[in-house]
Every structure is written in C-alpha cells, then in structure tokens.
C-alpha cells in the first residue's frame, strides 16, 4: 500500500552538505495532501529515532540547516542538509502518518566525519 524508499546517503565532511530524496508510492499518494504529510525521522546509534523535518516545521537541533524544497516532484520528497555537524551522523528515515497507520522506509545511513 505504500512504499518509501530513501537514498542520498554517504560519508560527507564537517561542514558539507547532503540532499536525501524519499521515493513515495502506494496508494495513499493519490489522496490530496499525503506527499506533504511525508516528514524525516534520524536515529543515531544508542539513541531513540528522532524527529527532524517536515513541511514547514523543523527540530531545533537542525534549525535553518535542514530544509523540504517546495519544489519536490510529484513522487519524491527530499531533504537538503547544509553545514553538517558530526552530530548530524544518523540513519535517516522518511515517515507518514496516516489514519493512524505509521509507514517507515529502511532508511539511508549518514556519516559526518572529517
């Protein structure tokens, strides 16, 4: 019903920048409003999964770093990271929420480190 897939992950310096991309599909995509539903979600090693981006909104920790494009195509939802701290490292994950139902991909692993 739906599938999120994310790529875009790698080993990037201090200081660099990554854009993630979430390929959406299912179903639930033909609903009005699901892409923007569609948010991002890291966990970092002996850590809980946390939340980091969605349309609009966006974790402290990653304050005016992090940003959702509008201009996301019809099927995928990207996440650009500017000025990287280590502290960044995690695997990201895309999410949606919907009716209740929480949909995760596998997630795409991201490495700060100089």
């Known amino acids: 019903q739906v599938q999120l897939v994310e790529t875009g992950g790698g080993l990037v310096q201090p200081g660099g920048s990554l854009r993630l991309s979430c390929a959406a599909s299912g179903s639930l995509f033909s609903t009005r409003g699901a892409f923007q539903a569609v948010d991002w979600y890291r966990q970092a090693p002996g850590k809980q999964r946390e939340f980091v981006a969605r349309?609009?909104e966006y974790a402290p920790s990653v304050g005016d770093r992090f940003t959702i494009p509008k201009d996301n195509s019809k099927s995928t939802v990207y996440l650009r990271m500017n000025t990287l701290k280590v502290e960044d490292a995690a695997r990201y994950y895309c999410h949606i929420g919907w009716d209740g139902v929480r949909y995760w991909g596998k997630g795409t692993e991201v490495t700060v480190a100089s």
């Open positions: 349309r609009y």
